[in-house]
């Protein structure tokens, strides 16, 4: 009897090991940041590290905090600029890895500011008194398109910033809803490609090598709690960026990225692959963000980067 209940039960943990998974809900805003996730969930390299990920999109990065706090997702993708202000408000939020990494030399630029087709804005003096969109006020690339006027010697505070999601950027500009709008790849190229503006500069030129662009978060209390899920996240994501970067699985990446974009199937061979991925989470790679964030009046104080970065 005893030999016939250890075999039923061992072939009941055999049948189920999604019971040893840990379930994860990861909420990120739509971009070829998250490739690694995005291709670790459709080739199934979550599920090889025992962890049961689902992908959600938000709408911006200043809901994700408060899903964090509320348990609605345990691993979330802010900006370093979002996660700085919520530490600065007291949520411990921790850095699990980072999403990318800005690159010392970036064969394809990847982010822009593109002016309305008929606008005659060229320079960061043209952009006074304009209406400049970017997907989230106090964002990353909020602060980044700013840091970008300020160092063309314009007043950033002079100019009309608003907020206007990715994907109606393009119809935003043929609208006159924007005059100008801060992106990212696969948006930016497509808003290139359907005329409805023109590249008059790289926001992303003002971010010293090595800084994180985007990265993975949890509360510190999750993490603590989890820390083989993180190493096994960080695997993942490692083992991701291997695939990603094999030139045999291009078709397969760019279908990724179209399908957690929520781009046509059709403008997936159009997509530029991401070249900047880096799953690294290393203190040094805040440093640009707590001194921008500082200096735009978003945060007074200056963390201690390193404790910010789970173990």
Known sequence: MRVGFALALAAALA???????????????PGDSFTESYVAKDQG?????????????????????????ADSAQIGAPTPTVLLQAHEQGVDLVVLASANRNPIQPPVSE?????????????????IGKK?????????????????????GVDYRKVHWIEM????????????????????????HRI???????????????????????????TRDWAKAHADAVKAFRAALDESKKFVENPAHADAVKASIARYVHLPPQA????????NLDWRPLPQGLYFWIAACREQG?????PNAATLIAP
Do not use: C
């Open 15 to 29: 049948a189920s090991p999604a019971l040893a998974a840990t379930k994860i809900t990861l909420l990120y805003t």
């Open 45 to 69: 390299i979550f599920d090889k590290h025992d962890l049961a990920v689902t992908l959600t999109a938000a709408q911006n990065g200043s809901v994700i905090t408060a899903a964090l706090i």
């Open 111 to 127: 982010t822009g500011i593109v002016a309305r087709e008929g606008s005659n804005i060229r320079t960061a003096a043209d952009l």
């Open 132 to 152: 400049h969109a970017v997907p989230g006020l106090g964002g990353t690339i909020d602060v980044l398109t700013k840091k970008w006027v300020q160092t063309r």
């Open 165 to 188: 999601q990715f994907p109606t950027m393009p119809d935003g500009l043929k609208a006159g809803l924007a005059d100008v709008v801060s992106a990212v790849d696969p948006f930016l």
């Open 192 to 218: 290139v490609a359907t005329k409805a503006g023109t590249i008059i500069g790289d926001f992303g030129d003002v971010m010293p090598p090595g800084t994180m662009v985007v990265v993975y978060a949890a």
């Open 268 to 275: 997936a061979a159009a997509i530029h692959l991401p070249t």
């Open 298 to 302: 978003l945060i007074s104080r200056a």
